[in-house]
């Protein structure tokens, strides 16, 4: 179990290193809408245009990578959404049976559905080096890979948890650790 328990906070480090990444992602993001939203006004009043449909596909990029690459750091912070209504009642071992069944029964097939699902459509717009429809917007086939990526990331947290949630049902404590 030692062996396991460090293997999940191997997983947990990165997603946390993930996450301060996603901070900064998450500013870039905002920044580049302010900045969309300011030339495209004042393109009104000076007629000239800075505006351009690879800013506004950027941002709409950035939003996705901070969404997706996120879910797993939500989920080794517990910052998802619980609508458990028992969870916070239940005692530590309680709730680790229903974090060990709703990852084994629901959170891995569920990764594994996306991966299977969105793999083809990865691949397709990788052979054809996909790009944006709209004048001067980015390349579609990166930010498509971003989805099986984050899936991948979503696996490996949902493995970290359920390692932690089994030391907790088989008895098996282990320390406290900090928080980063």
Request: charged fraction near 15%; include cysteine.
């Amino acid at each position: 179990m030692p062996l396991l328990l460090r293997i999940a906070s191997a997983i947990d480090r990165f997603s946390q290193r993930t996450g301060r990444l996603l901070r900064w992602l998450t500013l870039v993001m905002v920044l580049v809408g302010a900045f969309n939203a300011i030339v495209r006004y004042t393109a009104r009043y000076t007629g000239v245009s800075l505006s351009s449909n690879m800013y506004i596909e950027l941002q709409w990029y950035l939003f996705s990578m901070v969404f997706l690459l996120g879910a797993a750091y939500a989920l080794q912070t517990d910052s998802h959404v619980r609508v458990d209504v028992l969870y916070g009642r239940l005692s530590r071992k309680g709730q680790a049976w229903i974090d060990l069944l709703g990852t084994i029964l629901f959170l891995i097939p569920f990764c594994v559905l996306m991966l299977w699902v969105s793999w083809p459509a990865v691949v397709n717009s990788w052979a054809v080096l996909e790009g944006s429809p709209d004048p001067g917007g980015l390349p579609r086939y990166l930010i498509k890979t971003v989805i099986p990526i984050s899936f991948l990331l979503l696996i490996a947290q949902a493995f970290s948890m359920l390692i932690r949630s089994l030391a907790v049902v088989v008895g098996f404590e282990p320390p406290a650790e900090k928080e980063a």
